[in-house]
């Protein structure tokens, strides 16, 4: 059976087979639909930091690094503003990675091994912000396809005689901590190689480019925006969030400061259970068959970003766990290649069947995972517009209760606002964000004035619509005036 297995594997025609499958499959769930989603609060803020930043304004969002929004913002220049531009070039950089984990591990595990990483990669979910989180215009997927792009780098220039890809990676690992700066963990896995490899002539002078490289593209994506105050700004933003916390809801509880498996949580919740018990048997097979030098370097990235995010920091987003995926992916898929060749031979059978069934079982939430990106379409907020220019309703203020601006700024701009003394106000609008309860302003108006608002139901919002007037605030309280 295994010979058989071996025959098969090693037959150009299926490897070419499989591979036009992987590649056909990779291309739908990066760029099908890429559209579809509704625009996030948190995309919008790039989108704009990104138009802004290529016109010279460097006012907006500097809480955060500036490179991804550049890339952004350089997107929109091609192929206009708004969130299809910059999306696209997400799912680019997306694509890139699983080609670059197949150029990296082709050699390390064979091909099988290879494609099944960047498969592993390109074809399961990584939900936290819609079915896929790098198919929207968001800091953290560009900030991981560098990162990745870099570890994987550095390592064929270990194991080879290219010292230029020294600095290529110095470089890549600078666009990815100026994209967004959690990263910035996993600098000691670049001084973990030469230990690997016991190079150390190669991390006196190849370690010099590689930090020559970091540096100067650190400095010239930070040159427009002033280094010193961008990093203060940053850094005192940051360090007020992690004190003051952000408010966070999991299971229908609202917690100010995430609890510390909250990122764990949001990844199971975003991966699906098959998938991380699939990648627990990679994982344990990984580190029990034959824990070397590349088990030890891919483990050790994936343990900074799990620590870091886990236990070192305070916040947790349903996007987070998106950062360590792809080093946890690589470690299963070194795993399950390797699982055949346990070295027990009457458990060489039954190892095989195990990964063989390991593998193809992945293929269902990979299906689910294609159906979804199928159906993605205009949602909720998104809806709104078209709503109220059925209803004739004119030109003015929108007044946004349970709901954040992070929800209607994306669609309605400055016509929303969550504060009742902005008005008047053509509309209402009543989200379900239970972090914000309607005010008392609010909730007496609709008890008192139910019959002169017409309600619907849009997209899962409640609009109260005023039947003869608009909605303003006299003496503490909201009123319809004519």
């Known amino acids: 059976m295994p010979s058989r297995l071996s025959a098969l594997a090693g037959d150009l025609r299926i490897r070419a087979g499989v591979a036009a499958v992987v590649l056909l499959w990779a291309l739908y769930q990066c760029f099908w639909n890429i559209g579809g989603p509704n625009i996030t609060g948190d995309e919008d803020i790039y989108l704009r930091a990104g138009w802004q930043y290529v016109h010279g304004a460097f006012s907006?969002?500097?809480?955060?690094?500036?490179?991804?929004?550049?890339?952004?913002?350089?997107?929109?220049?091609?192929?206009?503003?708004?969130?299809?531009?910059?999306?696209?070039?997400?799912?680019l950089l997306t694509f890139g990675v699983g080609v670059a984990l197949y150029w990296w591990l082709r050699r390390e595990i064979g091909y099988w091994g290879a494609l099944l990483a960047a498969a592993l990669w390109w074809l399961t979910p990584r939900g936290g912000a819609g079915p896929r989180v790098d198919r929207l215009a968001l800091l953290d997927p560009v900030m991981t396809a560098f990162a990745v792009l870099a570890v994987a780098t550095a390592w064929v220039?270990?194991?080879?005689?290219?010292?230029?890809?020294a600095p290529v990676s110095g470089a890549l690992m600078a666009l990815s901590v100026t994209s967004k700066v959690s990263t910035v963990v996993?600098?000691?896995?670049?001084?973990?190689?030469?230990?690997?490899?016991?190079?150390?002539?190669?991390?006196?002078?190849?370690?010099?480019?590689?930090?020559?490289?970091?540096?100067?593209?650190?400095?010239?994506?930070?040159?427009?925006?002033?280094?010193?105050?961008?990093?203060?700004?940053?850094?005192?933003?940051?360090?007020?969030?992690?004190?003051?916390?952000?408010?966070?809801?999991?299971?229908?509880?609202?917690?100010?400061?995430?609890?510390?498996?909250?990122?764990?949580?949001?990844?199971?919740?975003?991966?699906?259970?098959?998938?991380?018990?699939?990648?627990?048997?990679?994982v344990v097979a990984a580190l029990?068959?034959?824990?070397?030098?590349?088990?030890?370097?891919?483990?050790?990235?994936?343990?900074?970003?799990?620590?870091?995010?886990?236990?070192?920091?305070?916040?947790?987003?349903?996007?987070?766990?998106?950062?360590?995926?792809?080093?946890?992916?690589?470690?299963?898929?070194?795993?399950?290649?390797?699982?055949?060749?346990?070295?027990?031979?009457?458990?060489?059978?039954?190892?095989?069947?195990l990964s063989l069934v390991l593998v193809v079982s992945l293929v269902v939430p990979s299906v689910r995972l294609s159906q979804d990106i199928a159906r993605q379409h205009p949602t909720g907020i998104a809806l709104l517009g078209d709503y109220l220019e059925e209803q004739h309703v004119p030109d003015g203020k929108i007044l946004f209760v349970s709901a954040t601006p992070g929800l209607f700024v994306p669609y309605v701009a400055e016509r929303g606002t969550t504060r009742a003394d902005q008005g008047p106000y053509v509309a209402i609008v009543v989200g379900n964000d239970r972090r914000f309860p309607p005010s008392g302003a609010v909730t007496q108006l609709f008890d008192s004035e139910r019959s002169r608002f017409s309600v619907a139901e849009v997209g899962g919002l409640q609009v109260w619509l005023p039947k003869d007037g608009r909605v303003v605030l006299q003496s503490g309280a909201l009123t319809v005036q004519g």
């Open 288 to 353: 029990a068959i034959r824990a070397d030098r590349l088990v030890a370097y891919v483990g050790i990235a994936l343990a900074l970003l799990v620590g870091f995010y886990v236990v070192v920091a305070k916040i947790a987003l349903p996007t987070y766990y998106s950062a360590w995926m792809p080093f946890l992916l690589v470690l299963a898929a070194i795993g399950l290649a390797r699982l055949p060749r346990v070295p027990v031979r009457r458990a060489v059978p039954v190892a095989t069947a």
């Open 157 to 165: 220039w270990m194991r080879g005689d290219r010292w230029w890809l």
């Open 186 to 282: 996993l600098l000691p896995v670049f001084l973990l190689l030469p230990v690997l490899f016991r190079a150390w002539r190669r991390l006196l002078v190849g370690g010099a480019t590689w930090a020559a490289a970091f540096g100067l593209v650190f400095v010239v994506s930070y040159v427009p925006m002033g280094i010193r105050s961008a990093i203060r700004y940053m850094i005192e933003f940051q360090e007020g969030q992690n004190t003051t916390g952000h408010p966070i809801t999991i299971g229908g509880t609202v917690y100010r400061f995430a609890p510390w498996w909250a990122n764990l949580h949001f990844m199971e919740a975003g991966t699906g259970v098959l998938l991380l018990v699939v990648l627990a048997v990679g």
């Open 60 to 91: 907006f969002n500097r809480e955060h690094p500036p490179t991804a929004k550049y890339l952004f913002g350089l997107a929109q220049l091609v192929a206009g503003q708004g969130p299809i531009g910059p999306r696209v070039l997400v799912a």
